[in-house]
């Protein structure tokens, strides 16, 4: 059964920095793509960032460039999102997603993810 476990949510000030983390467990392809999607009160889900674990392009959306870097750990399966410089408007429940390489055209953040976690929540207050 695949899972997805985030961490690394909480709550911090306008400016301040948080690292999430993500496991992913259970997947036996040794292709797929991992990334992080957040959704805001009130807002519908948006991608963050994604990528092709093991190298390739990483995307990110518009509003996160500059600030938000998205890392692969040691373990393959472990995928960082370090949020720097971080805004009110950042404020979402954030959810890991995953998604076997075979089944969508790219890893961009408009692609169909399969697999989703609980998601951690992240809060900046001006």
């Known amino acids: 059964q695949v899972q997805l476990v985030e961490s690394g949510g909480g709550a911090v000030q306008a400016g301040g920095s948080l690292r999430l983390s993500c496991v992913l467990s259970?997947?036996?392809?040794?292709?797929?793509?991992m990334g992080w999607f957040r959704q805001g009160p009130g807002k519908e889900r948006d991608g963050v960032a994604a990528?092709?674990?093991?190298?390739?392009?990483?995307y990110y959306a518009d509003s996160v460039k500059g600030r938000f870097t998205l890392s692969q750990g040691n373990a393959k399966n472990t995928l960082y999102l370090q949020m720097n410089s971080l805004k009110p408007e950042d404020t979402a429940m954030y959810y890991c997603?995953?998604?076997?390489?075979?089944?969508?055209?790219?890893?961009?953040?408009?692609?169909?993810?399969?697999?989703w976690g609980q998601g951690t929540q992240v809060t900046v207050s001006s």
């Open positions: 997603a995953a998604a076997p390489r075979y089944s969508v055209p790219s890893c961009s953040l408009e692609s169909r993810y399969n697999y």
């Open positions: 259970g997947y036996s392809s040794n292709t797929y793509c």
């Open positions: 990528r092709l674990i093991g190298g390739g392009t990483t």
